[in-house]
């Protein structure tokens, strides 16, 4: 058991993604004002030279949580690991340009946005193309079931059945064609995301089913009702959902106006489903490459 504790790393780790109440546009993450009687303390951001370090996976796992004061989802628990399922995504190499742009824009009119889950203030990355270029390359997630502790007994188990039951799956294509803010449950944070509303919606939907009878037999809280699958870019905190929907729908009002705004935003093409419990991921459907 310690074995297997010490392969999972520190027990209740937090994931680094964000769940989706569709009822209020939320997000299932806890803020950052010292929930469970920690003290909150704010560090600098990292040094933009440590984006040279990103690997060949675009990963920016380097810069955890650091830059910014938040609180875990859940509090900690011995023996407890944080639980993601989800479809991992890459932007394309153009999109990820017409995205900067965006990106660009709103953060010149809406500050102290920072890059999901490396939390790198946005304002530091867009004083320079290649490193927002490359930040965007790394890898998103579209959540298909809540971040939730796991106890380590479950591990095994919940792993098997969410193979038995999302082995086989036939190779689809993903639409994300839609800006939209998110807020998360209490309110401490707002998302920039890209939302999936039509190529990619009913497989998604049918997957989150999958792995909500999984949950359900291992007593872990199912995903919110009709969910709303997408991939969040940039977060800030409090709820500016006002002010970032403004920002961005001004933006795409402007490029409309240009010619530049097509019904969708990119397309990928789905390729397997991960699951990531601590710091271990477990590969649960994956495709072989065309």
């Known amino acids: 058991m310690d074995a297997l504790r010490a392969s999972y790393g520190d027990s209740s780790s937090d994931s680094d993604t964000d769940d989706l109440s569709p009822a209020a546009e939320n997000h299932g993450e806890v803020s950052t004002s010292g929930k469970h009687g920690k003290e909150s303390i704010s560090l600098p951001p990292p ?5 040279e370090s990103i690997g060949s996976t675009g990963s ?11 609180v875990r989802n859940f509090p900690h628990v011995d023996g407890n690991y944080a639980l993601h399922v989800y479809i991992p995504v890459f932007i394309p190499l153009l999109t990820k340009k017409e995205i900067a742009c965006v990106l660009m824009r709103v ?8 890059l999901v889950e490396a ?3 946005l304002s530091i990355l867009c004083n320079d193309d290649q490193k927002l270029d490359h930040a965007l390359g790394r890898e998103f997630h579209i959540s298909l079931g809540r971040s939730v502790p796991l106890r380590v007994h479950q591990i095994n188990s919940l792993v098997s059945m969410l193979r038995q039951k999302l082995q086989l799956h036939k190779r689809y294509w993903i639409d994300f064609n839609k800006w939209q803010v ?19 919606l ?18 872990l809280p199912e995903f919110y009702k009709d969910p709303r699958p997408h991939i969040s870019l940039v977060w800030a905190l409090g709820d500016i959902r006002t002010s970032l929907k403004g920002a961005v729908d001004g933006e795409l009002k402007k490029l409309r106006a240009g010619g ?3 019904n969708r935003i990119f397309t990928s093409k789905f390729s397997g489903i991960e699951c990531k ?5 477990h590969k649960i459907c994956k495709l072989p490459d065309e």
């Open 182 to 200: 998110f807020v998360n449950d209490d309110s401490t944070r707002s998302f920039l995301s890209l939302e999936i509303t039509t190529s990619g």
């Open 107 to 114: 953060a010149s009119l809406v500050p102290h946005l920072h």
């Open 60 to 70: 920016l796992d380097v810069y955890s949580t650091k830059t910014v004061t938040r």
């Open 47 to 51: 040094p933009l030279s440590l984006l």
């Open 202 to 219: 009913s497989e998604i939907s049918k997957q989150i089913d999958a792995v909500n009878e999984v949950y359900k037999l291992h007593n």
């Open 119 to 121: 939390d790198i203030p």
């Open 260 to 262: 530049c705004v097509q």
């Open 277 to 281: 419990i601590g710091n271990k991921t």
